[in-house]
């Protein structure tokens, strides 16, 4: 079992910066892929950035040179870096992990979320 905590949200205006952290505790893969994904309301949740094993990583466009994932795997966190926010990154971000697979489809693993609020 993999238990998964965020921090880091709360309430920012536009073109400022959060850091939201992940800590994951339980039996974790050598091979995973970890992810951050984000559900406003009325929207389907939409995965944002992925980190897997080997360090690759892949983001949305939308948030594609504002947002950084990164990991320390000696302090078992995630972390994504949001700089340059707009009204429109506005919602709840979730933290999850799954088995390594190509593309990393797939996640078993979901923190509680952390809420991120961007006014203009």
């Known amino acids: 079992q993999v238990h998964m905590v965020e921090s880091g949200g709360g309430s920012v205006q536009a073109g400022g910066s959060l850091r939201l952290s992940c800590v994951v505790s339980?039996?974790?893969?050598?091979?995973?892929?970890m992810a951050w994904f984000r559900q406003a309301p009325g929207k389907e949740r939409d995965r944002v950035a992925v980190i897997d094993s080997n360090g690759s990583t892949k983001y949305a466009d939308s948030v594609e040179g504002r947002f950084t994932i990164a990991q320390d795997k000696a302090k078992n966190t995630l972390y994504l870096q949001m700089n340059s926010l707009k009204p429109e990154d506005t919602a709840m971000y979730y933290c999850a992990a799954g088995p390594f697979q190509r593309l990393c489809p797939a996640y078993d693993y979901w923190g509680q979320g952390t809420q991120v609020t961007v006014s203009s």
């Open positions: 339980g039996n974790t893969d050598t091979k995973y892929c």
